[in-house]
């Protein structure tokens, strides 16, 4: 089976502009997970979509959007870019998310310049 | 915000030796995991271990844990060079959310 796959994998951007990411998840996997993470922390979790609805949202402004579709693929809007929001965008998916273990795409590193 | 925080933050050892990192984190949990990420690259699981248990195996990991201290361990045995990377708890709190620590960065000396 093929893992989680993100794209694109690099991506940079000018402050201000939107960008949008995308997560396909592993067959079967009906929740998506988007995490943040910058250099030599910890991934901060963004949402958390189940079946198509939000299930979490974390301490994130409302630039941060996402969406599921029917297919379980997500993706995730930063409107708005800062220079802070340059880090590493992770995807994850799991079985039904209720503590289920998470598989991680290699993500996509956001460069806004 | 960050639910657990493992320490050390960075740890170096022999290859061969073994390597112990600690977790603790704030609230009730369902679950504690841990996760292991190579530089730059996603992250992968290693180990889930539930609330209601204290120890758990799984090839040369051993993990346990502490609910009255809020606190579990992952142990390393024979260590070898691809181990290193960074290591991180993840917790699930009441609300489903899993969320992660800073991470402790393991690197094995030749």
């Known amino acids: 089976d093929a893992g989680v796959t993100q794209s694109p994998t690099h991506l940079i951007k000018t402050r201000g502009q939107q960008v949008t990411l995308r997560c396909s998840p592993i067959?079967?996997?009906?929740?998506v997970s988007w995490y943040q993470q910058v250099l030599g922390q910890g991934p901060q979790f963004i949402f958390q979509y189940y079946e198509k609805e939000e299930r979490g949202r974390g301490n994130f402004p409302d630039r941060f959007s996402a969406r599921q579709f029917p297919n379980y693929s997500s993706e995730l809007n930063v409107n708005a870019l800062l220079l802070g929001d340059s880090a590493l965008y992770l995807c994850?998916?799991?079985?039904?998310?209720?503590?289920?273990?998470?598989?991680f795409g290699n993500g996509t590193r956001l460069t806004v310049t | 915000s960050q639910q657990g925080e493992e320490d050390p933050q960075a740890l170096s050892i022999q290859e061969g030796e073994n390597a112990t990192m600690n977790c603790s984190y704030k609230?009730?949990?369902?679950?504690l995991q841990w996760y292991r990420q190579n530089s730059g690259r996603g992250l992968v699981h290693l180990i889930l271990i539930r609330s209601n248990e204290r120890e758990k195996h799984s090839g040369r990991l051993r993990v346990t844990l502490d609910t009255s201290k809020k606190s579990s361990s992952l142990l390393i045995t024979a260590s070898r060079a691809a181990d290193t990377a960074s290591y991180f708890c993840a917790t699930d709190p009441r609300d489903d959310k899993i969320i992660f620590g800073k991470g402790t960065r393991l690197h094995i000396l030749p």
């Open positions: 067959s079967g996997h009906k929740s």
């Open positions: 609230t009730s949990i369902n679950n």
């Open positions: 994850a998916s799991s079985l039904t998310g209720e503590g289920s273990p998470l598989h």
